[in-house]
């Protein structure tokens, strides 16, 4: 399925807009979105997540709209994994998980059965019963995504999912968005340029709001000097003829 931004407009207040009549598909299994600090990546997942909503146009998943008829919906099929998920207090990590499903309209019945296999899933099995203020930063970004499981997520946002994660950590999260891409879409920003070909299918870079660049890790590595060698100094390169800077 399809996140379709268009003709999107957004500013914060009375500051310079940071999208107009912004267009963009983002449709393929596992998508990046790079960008410099500023370039608008965390104000593009938060419209795409309708926590933000735009002052002119559209974005859609599919056939869903976050308008006001639409919006529970919406939210059911586009999950949004921010960078720190806060516990609740009192709440086993498992019971967090089907928390999230209550909370997106899944009776508790059915969010408690739904969250078995999700915690499972991204691996926390051992952890499930373990007071969710106990775990770590990475174990509760993949709590965020369980939760997401237990309610069928068809597309999951994750913003900067790896940064401040330990090199082992960050291995767990790259196999688990190759094992979520499988059976759903994730579009996931990040300033990690290891691993790109190997994990997604699409590249995205914006700058300034605006989309400098979009195809696949090959078309990517291309824009790369044929001087550069590995993927990550290709990626790099390429990053650089873009924007003008390292990522
Ligand atoms: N809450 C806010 N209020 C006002 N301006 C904001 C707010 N959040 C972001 N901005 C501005 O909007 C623009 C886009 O910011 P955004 O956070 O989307 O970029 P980003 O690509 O995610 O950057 P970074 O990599 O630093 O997180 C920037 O000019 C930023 O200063």
């Not at 599919?62 to 709440?91: E, F, M």
């Not at 059965?113 to 970004?141: D, I, N, T, W, Y």
């Not at 691993?195 to 660049?213: A, C, K, N, P, W």
């Amino acid at each position: 399925m399809a996140l379709v931004f268009d003709g999107v407009s957004f500013r914060y207040g009375r500051q310079a807009p940071v999208f107009h009549t912004f267009d963009l598909t983002v449709d393929a299994p596992a998508t990046v979105l790079l960008g410099p600090n500023g370039a608008g990546k965390s104000t593009l997942m938060g419209l795409a997540a309708s926590h933000l909503r735009p002052a002119a146009g559209t974005v859609a998943f599919g056939r869903s709209r976050p308008d006001r008829r639409g919006l529970a919906g919406y939210r059911k099929k586009v999950a949004w994994i921010p960078q720190h998920i806060t516990p609740v207090p009192g709440l086993t990590v498992r019971e967090q998980i089907a928390y999230a499903g209550w909370l997106k309209g899944m009776s508790r019945a059915s969010a408690w059965e739904s969250s078995a296999a999700a915690v499972e899933r991204v691996g926390l099995g051992p952890l499930a019963g373990r007071k969710s203020h106990q775990v770590s930063g990475g174990q509760l970004r993949r709590m965020g995504i369980a939760g997401a499981l237990t309610h069928h997520s068809e597309l999951i946002l994750m913003d900067e999912p790896t940064a401040g994660l330990d090199p082992q950590q960050r291995q767990v999260f790259r196999d688990l968005v190759t094992e979520l891409s499988a059976s759903l879409q994730v579009l996931v920003s990040t300033h990690q340029t290891e691993d790109l070909s190997e994990l997604y299918q699409r590249i995205i870079v914006l700058d300034r709001g605006t989309v400098r660049f979009q195809g696949s890790p090959a078309e990517f590595h291309a824009l790369a000097p044929a001087t550069a060698a590995g993927g990550r100094e290709r990626a790099e390169a390429a990053y650089g003829r873009l924007v003008g800077q390292e990522i």
